[in-house]
């Protein structure tokens, strides 16, 4: 070995250094940067387990399905008029007394408001007299 003292002096040189790349480590690994990263790391795994590809592609193509035989059933129906009046004629029995009542309300609030039922209780009060 013609070169072992600059062979011992590097291998000197290479422990000293490991040590310390060792101690700056472990300060690294200890400090807010390191712990941050390692919680944006396990975040990035999670979606990555949650959201793989596979499961994104499934749930698309049974909305895009969903979609497909919306529109499949309003055509062979007729379009949206037919869908309407099915949706109407389903909920008739609740839905015609709501309006009926909503339609009143608002005939009675509207007189009042313009004046009208003060003028017809004036004049059926003169009537009586």
């Known amino acids: 070995m013609d070169n072992y003292d600059e062979f011992k002096i590097n ?5 000293g250094a490991e040590g310390t790349l060792t101690e700056q ?17 396990r975040k990035n795994e ?17 909305f895009a399905g969903l979609i497909g035989s919306i ?7 007729g379009g949206l008029g ?5 949706v109407i004629g389903l909920f008739a029995n609740r839905l015609i007394p709501i ?3 909503a339609a009143t309300h608002f005939v009675q609030n509207w ?3 313009s004046g009208a039922a003060q003028e017809e209780s004036l004049r059926t ?3 009586m007299r």
Do not use: C, H
Request: a negative charge; charged letters at 30%; zero cysteines.
């Open 11 to 15: 291998v000197d040189i290479a422990s």
């Open 111 to 113: 007189r009042i408001m």
């Open 125 to 127: 009060k003169e009537a």
């Open 46 to 62: 999670l979606y990555e387990a949650l959201l793989d590809d596979e499961f994104v592609i499934g749930i698309t193509d049974a």
């Open 82 to 86: 037919p869908i309407i009046l099915t």
């Open 25 to 41: 480590w472990k300060v690294w690994a200890d400090s807010y940067e390191a712990a941050a990263k390692r919680v944006e790391q």
């Open 99 to 101: 309006v009926s009542n």
């Open 71 to 77: 529109g499949k059933a309003a055509e062979a129906m």
